[in-house]
């Protein structure tokens, strides 16, 4: 594998349900990013982990819940979720935390 | 704060035409700007960055785009256009130093043969 991966690609859970999305980077990176893409709106940046510590919490809802347990890996735990929450959740990486983001190919998530 | 405008939501354009899609920001701090393109049911890729010097960037898959501060824009052109550029470009605008990234809200580019 290269580059940055996210599991699952898909996932529809119910209002009730938990769930995690995974992020895994595979280019050395120090800095990890959590982001939401809703149709006609702008990327939405929801956290941002430097050397698996967070630096940014962009006033997300405590429903979404992220953890960085190394600077490889980044999860994002879902609960109580809302259909508003639906939308593709694309994780980044990047070397340091100003430098060039390189994307994963996003978990579409559908809230019913 | 930076924000991003993206004047253009969709661009129809014939195969082996040319094309440009522009990005306006503003920003009271130095800028590093970025393109992006994602292809239906991808992620984003970069297609090219200016982080500083020349403001004429290259890209990979033909794409350039011109770093113009008076103007505060950053325009992304390609001389002869392919079917297999249809997607979505989003321009992105981040302070110097900061790892927050600001995107616009994304062109769709259709290239029609």
């Known amino acids: 594998e290269t580059g940055v991966t996210q599991t699952p690609r898909h996932l529809v859970m119910g209002m009730t349900n938990k769930k995690s999305l995974k992020c895994e980077q595979h280019l050395g990176h120090n800095a990890m990013y959590w982001y939401k893409q809703s149709a006609k709106k702008p990327l939405e940046l929801m956290f941002v982990y430097n050397f698996k510590e967070q630096t940014e919490n962009n006033s997300v809802p405590s429903r979404f819940s992220p953890e960085c347990p190394n600077s490889s890996h980044l999860f994002l735990h879902l609960h109580t979720l809302q259909p508003e929450d639906s939308a593709l959740y694309l994780c980044?990486?990047?070397?340091?935390?100003?430098?060039?983001?390189?994307f994963g190919p996003g978990t579409r998530l559908t809230v019913l | 704060a930076q924000s991003v405008t993206q004047l253009d939501s969709q661009v129809p354009v014939f195969e082996e035409a040319p094309v440009e899609l522009r990005c306006n920001y503003s920003?009271?701090?130095?800028?590093?700007l970025f393109w992006y393109v994602q292809y239906p049911n991808q992620g984003l890729q970069l297609l090219l960055k200016?982080?500083?010097?020349?403001?004429l960037v290259k890209g990979i898959n033909g794409f350039e785009a011109e770093f113009n501060k008076s103007q505060t824009s950053f325009h992304l052109r390609k001389p002869s256009v392919h079917i297999s550029d249809t997607a979505e470009y989003f321009c992105?605008?981040?302070?110097?130093?900061?790892?927050?990234?600001?995107f616009g809200k994304g062109t769709k580019l259709t290239v029609n043969p």
């Open positions: 980044a990486s990047s070397h340091q935390r100003a430098d060039t983001q390189y």
């Open positions: 200016y982080l500083s010097g020349s403001t």
């Open positions: 920003s009271s701090v130095s800028v590093y």
């Open positions: 992105a605008v981040s302070g110097s130093g900061s790892e927050k990234l600001v």
